[in-house]
């Protein structure tokens, strides 16, 4: 267990269903990350929130759209999804802005996401 | 531009072999940090290291050490005597901030898939 927590840890979707991928830590980090991975390509910064405010969105299309409730939770609530977006979608968190980084992430064990 | 090449794509040794995975980046902050992470087929990245800028020591960590020399930026990590659990994906990252008033965040590698066979 990493203290960050990804659910589900599977998810299978039709391209028109709706459904949503949750993280949450209890590091007392205030930063959280979306990173989505695919095979053969590098990884992929997709949102960054600090303190609950989104302060990145790395031209992420609209079907992906995050949600940050509070420091310690995060979704990420996908609809109308294309086959292209199967990949990994891992969650990290960090100590806050700015600097938080420098100390390294921690990360979740990813949801391995399948659109059919 | 800030970047970080991870040129081996991926490395196969026999177990007991020892593996250097190179890591060589580009900065223009004279403050910086660099990571290692390791991703196992489970999926989670794992942190392994971190090392800031004015730090070149070298470090070790039982079977694991890192190489830093500033003068080639790069940040090279050794597996001496390889054992079959250290197969996964390992990940060099350095820490940037894109913008004077942005956020830091990690700039990564691409990866090294490294396949140690039994």
């Known amino acids: 267990e990493t203290g960050v927590t990804q659910t589900p840890r599977h998810l299978v979707m039709g391209m028109t269903n709706k459904k949503s991928l949750k993280c949450e830590q209890h590091?007392?980090?205030?930063?959280m990350y979306w990173y989505k991975q695919s095979a053969k390509k590098p990884l992929e910064l997709m949102f960054v929130?600090?303190?609950?405010?989104?302060?990145e969105n790395n031209s992420v299309p609209s079907r992906f759209s995050p949600e940050c409730p509070n420091s310690s939770h995060l979704f990420l609530h996908l609809h109308t999804l294309q086959p292209e977006d199967s990949a990994l979608y891992l969650c990290?968190?960090?100590?806050?802005?700015?600097?938080?980084?420098?100390?390294?992430?921690?990360f979740g064990s990813g949801t391995r996401l399948t659109v059919v | 531009a800030q970047k970080v090449t991870q040129a081996q794509t991926e490395i196969s040794v026999v177990e007991k072999e020892d593996v250097t995975l190179d890591c060589v980046y580009e900065?223009?902050?004279?403050?910086?940090?660099l990571f290692w992470y390791k991703q196992p087929p489970s999926g989670e990245l794992v942190f392994l290291i971190r090392?800031?800028?004015?730090d070149e020591q070298n470090e070790i960590s039982g079977r694991y050490s890192w190489n830093f020399q500033k003068s080639t930026s790069s940040f090279n990590f050794t597996i001496t005597a390889s054992q079959v659990v250290d197969s996964a994906v390992y990940f060099c990252?350095?820490?940037?901030?894109?913008?004077?008033?942005?956020?830091?965040?990690?700039?990564w590698g691409a990866g090294t898939k490294l396949i140690i066979k039994p």
């Open positions: 990290a968190s960090s100590l806050g802005a700015p600097q938080g980084a420098n100390y390294g992430y921690t």
């Open positions: 590091l007392g980090h205030n930063a």
């Open positions: 929130y600090n303190f609950k405010e989104q302060t």
């Open positions: 900065t223009r902050d004279t403050t910086y940090y």
């Open positions: 090392r800031n800028s004015f």
């Open positions: 990252a350095l820490s940037e901030a894109k913008r004077m008033d942005s956020n830091y965040q990690l700039i």
